[in-house]
């Protein structure tokens, strides 16, 4: 079956270390994002590619960073200087950048830094 | 800039009552809007998208929405509310301010509680 594979679920990190989310899709998508999910705050947009190599910062783009050396992988690396890393990370794609493309889901990985 | 407002962050229906979350949004340009459903601890799953061809939109799990250019709103009602219709919905509009990049612009949610 197709779709979007984000590992791992859950994710447990240290302070001042830095540490890299998976995102892997075998939907043959062009376009692949990362949005941060806090509660009561809906989704935030952090880095979004529309195409291998090459990417875009989105609204809360501090902190992180992120590649696109493949169609299907988009990972997304949370650095020290992110000053509020816990949080529940998703990652999508879309087949096109059309306004009318829905995004298609990860089931998530939720980071906790203590 | 595109936006969109979920009003009410908790809604509770009884088993077999009508569901309604409101979402209102703010757009220069016409708005492409949609409907997600997530279940805890999972991903976003599309339940319909409005994309100007018809403003009643039917989506899965029985829902459908309602284009309102009048009112700048897409509420998403269901006539019967299901225990398995407990979850949190978000509301979300195409970003059209930088061109076309797929971005969606998201409202804060409502948690549906389905009381039996």
């Known amino acids: 079956d197709g779709g979007i594979t984000q590992s791992p679920k859950y994710l447990f990190r240290k302070e001042g270390q830095n540490v890299t989310l998976s995102c892997e899709q075998n939907l043959n998508h062009d376009a692949m994002y990362w949005y941060r999910q806090d509660p009561g705050q809906g989704l935030r947009l952090i880095y979004y590619?529309?195409?291998?190599?090459?990417?875009q910062k989105g609204d809360i783009a501090e902190g992180y960073s992120v590649s696109r050396e493949k169609k299907e992988s988009f990972p997304l690396t949370v650095t020290s200087a992110q000053k509020n890393p816990t949080a529940f990370y998703l990652c999508?794609?879309?087949?096109?950048?059309?306004?009318?493309?829905?995004?298609?889901f990860g089931n998530g990985t939720r980071l906790t830094v203590t | 800039a595109q936006s969109v407002t979920q009003l009410g962050s908790h809604v509770s229906v009884s088993e077999g009552a009508l569901v309604l979350l409101r979402c209102n949004y703010s757009?220069?340009?016409?708005?492409?809007l949609f409907w997600y459903v997530q279940y805890p601890n999972q991903g976003l799953q599309l339940l319909l998208k409005?994309?100007?061809?018809?403003?009643l939109v039917k989506g899965i799990n029985g829902f459908e929405a309602e284009f309102k250019k009048s009112e700048t709103s897409f509420h998403l009602t269901k006539p019967s509310a299901h225990m398995s219709d407990a979850a949190e919905y978000f509301c979300?509009?195409?970003?059209?301010?930088?061109?076309?990049?797929?971005?969606?612009?998201f409202g804060q949610g409502t948690t549906l509680q389905v009381k039996p």
């Open positions: 590619s529309q195409i291998v190599n090459d990417f």
């Open positions: 409005y994309t100007s061809a018809a403003t």
């Open positions: 757009s220069s340009v016409p708005p492409y």
């Open positions: 979300a509009v195409s970003d059209r301010g930088t061109g076309n990049t797929g971005k969606l612009i």
């Open positions: 999508a794609s879309s087949p096109g950048t059309g306004v009318d493309s829905p995004l298609h």
